[in-house]
C-alpha cells in the first residue's frame, strides 16, 4: 500500500520502470531496499544533514547519499570552490595542473600512496586496481573478501556453479553478459578466516595477481587478522589491495589502513573523498602503480576538473574541521542515548558497530522476522522525518538538532516494535511492502 504522503514519488518510480531498467541507477537507492510504499524515493534538494523529496517532505538523511556524503549536503566551502573552478572550465584537451596537487595530497594523507589514479566512482576504481595488480604481477586470477562493484571481473565470481557472490551481495545475482571464459579467475575468501585464505593462495599458488578485501566499515576485524592478510598476500606475491569506498575518510585522514595500522600496497577510494561530486582514485606503493604507466587505462572524464577540485576541498576540510574527531564522538553519543532508550522501552535492538558508522543490531532469531521488523522500523522512520536503513551514515552536518529528532522518534517507533513483538502482530504493522535482502555484508 503507498503512502499518500509519498503518493508523487510512487507514481513517479512507476514511470521510471518503464524507462530505466531495474528503475534506478544504483541497487542500494531502489526503493525495496528501504520500506516501499513508505519511504521517499525521489529527492530535489538537500542542505546540511537533510533531504527534501518530490512530495515536499523533510528528512534527517541517515544514509549520507549511501555514503557519499562526509560533510554534508551542499556545503558551503565545496560547492564555492566547485562553482569557481566551473567558471574557469572543466574539461580541455590537456590535463590539470591539479591532478598532481590532489595527487601530492593524497601522499601526504595515506601511508600506503607513493603515486595514484583517478576515476569517477569506487566500482572504476576497483577495476583500475584489479587491472594494476594483474600487470604488475603478470597472473590473473583474484582472490577478494566483499563488495567491490558491478564490472565483469568481479561477477565473474557467479560464473561458478555455486554462485559465490550470493554470501557477499544477496543471493540471485545471475552473471547476465559476463564472459564465461572469466570462470575461475575471481574466487571469494570468508571474512576473519586466514586459514581460508591460506588454503586458497596454496591452492592456485603463483596464479594470484591479488587479495582484495574491504578491511572493515562498521566493526572491527578480528585481532591481527589484517595484518595475517597482508603477510598471506605478500608471501605468495599478490598484491594487497583495500577496499576503501565505503569506509572512506570517517576514520581519519589516513583512511581505514591508518585506523587499523596495516598498510596494503594498493588502496581504493571514492564516495566521501569528494563530498558527493563524482570521483574515485587508486593510490598505492610506487612498485606496485608504475607499471600502469604502460597499461592502457584512460578515461576523459577521470580528470575533469569539478571532481578534482571537489576532492582536493574536501580532504582540506576534513583536515580542518577535524571530522573524523567530530564524527566519533557524534557517534559514541548516539550509541549510548539509542541504547539507552532501547533498554528503558525494552525493545530487543543493541546500537553497536563502530561510532563512525553505528548499526542497528535487532536480537531476532527468526530471520523473516527480523526483516519484517527492520522494514517496520525503517517505515515508521521515514513517517517521522528520518530516511535511511537500519543504520547512521554519520557526515559532519549532523548535530544535536538531528540527534534529538532521531532520538524523539525512536521514542515512538521502539516501543511499537517491542509491542508488535510481545502481541506478535508485526506483520499487521507494515504497510510497506517486505524490504528485498539488502547487501550481505561479509566485512561489517
Known amino acids: 500500500m503507498s503512502d499518500p504522503r509519498v503518493a508523487k514519488s510512487n507514481a513517479l518510480y512507476e514511470r521510471a520502470q518503464q524507462l530505466i531498467p531495474g528503475g534506478t541507477q544504483l541497487v542500494s537507492r531502489r526503493p525495496s531496499r528501504f520500506a516501499h510504499g513508505v519511504s521517499p524515493v525521489y529527492a530535489v534538494r538537500g542542505q546540511g544533514a537533510r533531504i527534501w523529496d518530490l512530495d515536499g517532505n523533510e528528512y534527517i538523511d541517515w544514509a549520507s547519499g549511501i555514503l557519499a556524503i562526509i560533510l554534508g549536503y551542499c556545503d558551503p566551502v565545496i560547492d564555492a570552490a566547485v562553482v569557481e573552478q566551473v567558471s574557469r572550465g572543466v574539461n580541455f584537451s590537456i590535463s590539470s595542473d591539479l591532478e598532481v596537487e590532489l595527487a601530492e595530497e593524497l601522499v601526504r594523507c595515506i601511508p600506503c600512496a607513493e603515486m595514484v589514479r583517478y576515476t569517477k566512482g569506487g566500482g572504476d576504481a576497483c577495476t583500475v586496481a584489479v587491472r594494476i595488480a594483474r600487470g604488475a604481477t603478470g597472473r590473473d586470477k583474484i582472490l577478494f573478501c566483499g563488495y567491490h562493484g558491478w564490472h565483469d571481473w568481479y561477477l565473474a565470481a557467479n560464473l561458478a556453479t555455486d554462485a559465490s557472490l550470493n554470501a557477499h551481495l544477496f543471493p540471485g545475482i545471475e552473471p547476465i553478459g559476463v564472459p564465461k571464459a572469466l570462470a575461475g579467475t575471481a574466487i571469494p575468501f570468508p571474512y576473519g578466516d586466514p586459514q581460508a585464505l591460506a588454503d586458497l593462495l596454496e591452492q ?229 511492502r517486505p524490504q528485498a535482502e539488502v547487501f550481505r555484508r561479509l566485512v561489517n
Open 204 to 432: 592456485h599458488r603463483g596464479e594470484v595477481a591479488a587479495v582484495m578485501l574491504e578491511p572493515f566499515r562498521s566493526a572491527l576485524p578480528p585481532e591481527g587478522y589484517l595484518a595475517t592478510v597482508a603477510q598471506l598476500a605478500r608471501d605468495a606475491g599478490a598484491v594487497l589491495i583495500f577496499d576503501e569506498v565505503s569506509s572512506g575518510l570517517r576514520f581519519g585522514m589516513g583512511g581505514a589502513q591508518q585506523f587499523a595500522g596495516v598498510t596494503p600496497d594498493l588502496a581504493v577510494f571514492a564516495k566521501s573523498m569528494s563530498n558527493g561530486y563524482a570521483f574515485g582514485a587508486v593510490v598505492g606503493r610506487r612498485e606496485v602503480m608504475e607499471p600502469a604507466g604502460r597499461m592502457f587505462i584512460s578515461s576523459t572524464y577521470w580528470s575533469d576538473a569539478i571532481g578534482l577540485r571537489a576532492a582536493l576541498e574536501t580532504l582540506r576540510e576534513l583536515r580542518r574541521r577535524d571530522v573524523a574527531t567530530q564524527l566519533a564522538r557524534f557517534g559514541t553519543d548516539l550509541q549510548q542515548r539509542v541504547n539507552t532508550l532501547a533498554q528503558q522501552v525494552g525493545c530487543p535492538v543493541e546500537c553497536g558497530g563502530l561510532p563512525q558508522y553505528p548499526q542497528l543490531l535487532f536480537q531476532i532469531a527468526d530471520p523473516t522476522l527480523k526483516a519484517q521488523v527492520v522494514t517496520l522500523y525503517i517505515q515508521e522512520m521515514a513517517r517521522r522525518g528520518c530516511h535511511g536503513y537500519a543504520s547512521f551514515a554519520l557526515n559532519a552536518a549532523q548535530g544535536l538538532a538531528e540527534r534529538d529528532q532521531t532520538l524523539a522518534a525512536l521514542s515512538q517507533v521502539l516501543p511499537l516494535i517491542a509491542r508488535g513483538l510481545e502481541e506478535r502482530i508485526i506483520p499487521h504493522l507494515l504497510t510497506a
